[in-house]
């Protein structure tokens, strides 16, 4: 059986239909149970995130909207005031636990952009660093239309995959994928693991049935595709009794959807593999061996800085002989890389003008060539 319990880090998404009851008012309760779940993972050694949607819904009432459907304005404006309802919720229930809550509102290019993607993937790196457990939602009061995620279940995934988390929870009034959609028939079976993403495995999904969420099972086993081929598991499971967490632990019903590679090395192979490099940093042999023992790239140990890049890009690191050593998500623009080459850590402000990043490349953003095989699985 598979277990929550054994996840390093587990993000856990958390529907609004299950937050906020239909009168509009936090499902407290509920939520208390949920926390303490989750603290309990944590004192187990588990880093946790949470993606929580509610915002609109307790929102909306408070502002004098409960006729739906909402206007795109009217539910940004209902967001604004359900979302800071949220987070006093969180950090009351998180502080009972002796915990932080850090409030994190994400739009999509946090994400999508390289540039920012290693931004966010820093801040919530250090909040995990500390102990605080970030809550996470879509910046509803910004985002409109084409630049918004649109629902938690595809944000939670980004943000799996973003923190290469090794389990995403998504919490839901549904128990998991079932072979027919709900209704179509009294022979419907709950799929209890699921390997692979095939057009089968969709056409089960059907349509979007949930009342208050935005999402259905479509956009579930969207995030699926995006968890899973960052290299965590993904489980679907109800979130409609008290404990929704312990219950999985416990053998409740629900569906895994299983990945077959470790976020680190999926990780590596995208950074290997999907993007072209946009430029070339030339390395001594000192840097060469900090690489080859698995630490970053110094700007100490750069040459000389080819090509046009930009923040978050890759580049490609290559030896003073040119063979290409690694690649990596590059912390620094051309320009910018160009004037600290060469430059100690603390020599950096001093030629840039601000606090910059101590890595050129940070060694979780690079990987070595010829050492995926080695690290696959
Ligand atoms: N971000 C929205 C909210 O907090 C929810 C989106 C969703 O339901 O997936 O209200």
Known sequence: MRRLDRSKRLVVKIGSALLVNPDGQLNRPWLESLIHDLAQLKAAGVETLIVSS??????????????????????QAAAAVGQIALARAYQQILAEHGYVAAQILLTLKDTEERRRYLNARSTVGTLLKQGAVPVINEN????TTEIRYGDNDRLAARVSSMM????????????GLYT??????????????VHEITPEIMAMAGKPVSGVGSGGMITKIE???IAVGAGAHMVIASGRHLNPLRRIDAGAPCTWFLSSASPV???????????????????????????????????????RVDGSFARGDTVSICALSGVEIARGLVAYDRDEAERIAGARSHEIEQRLGWRGRDEMVHRDDLVIIGSLHHEAG
């Open 54 to 75: 509610g915002a609109i819904a307790l929102g909306r009432r408070t502002l004098g909207l409960p006729k739906r459907p909402l206007k795109l304005a009217e539910s």
């Open 140 to 143: 509803d009061t910004v985002a």
């Open 164 to 175: 290469s988390a090794d389990c995403l929870v998504l919490l839901s009034d549904v128990d």
């Open 180 to 193: 027919a959609a709900p209704g179509a028939g009294a022979d419907a079976r709950l799929v209890a693991e």
């Open 223 to 225: 995030a699926a595709r």
């Open 265 to 303: 090395a999926s990780r590596k192979r995208w950074i290997a593999g999907a993007l072209e490099p946009a430029g070339r940093l030339i390395v001594d042999q000192g840097a060469v061996n900090a690489l080859l023992d698995g630490r970053s790239l110094l700007p100490a140990g750069v040459k």
